[in-house]
């Protein structure tokens, strides 16, 4: 099987915070139909508040615009998992360590159609 890693950056304004869904199999030529296999948000690029469709790997960003307050920056489960992913600061900061989850851990997890 292929591997295939991606790198996304983009500068964000100061005052910024949002949600980003790690996705597979995309083709967004579809006119609204499902564009992804995993993490699809009703077939649009770029989801606009919407959620992608779990199991979703998902990065939570919030800029706070003021140098007195923190950032903050997580990687989440959440939604489930589908990619391993990483998030880091640009140009690298002592006070923040890379976050992310790089283990396959759709063994691990039991199915969600398991009972208690």
């Known amino acids: 099987m292929k591997s295939l890693q991606a790198e996304l950056q983009f500068v964000a304004p100061w005052l ?3 949600r980003i869904w790690a996705r597979t199999g995309c083709k967004f030529d579809s006119n609204w139909q499902p564009a992804c296999e995993t993490g699809d948000c009703d077939g649009r690029l770029q989801c606009n508040g919407l959620i992608g469709k779990p199991p979703a790997t998902l990065v939570q960003v919030a800029f706070q615009g003021d140098k007195g307050k923190p ?19 640009q140009p690298f900061s002592l006070k923040c360590t890379i976050r992310g989850c790089s ?5 691990l997890v039991p199915s969600r159609t398991s009972s208690c």
């Open 16 to 18: 910024w915070n949002g």
């Open 71 to 89: 950032n903050f920056y997580d990687v989440s489960l959440v939604d489930g998992y589908n990619l391993p992913v990483s998030a880091a600061t």
């Open 103 to 107: 283990k396959n851990l759709n063994g």
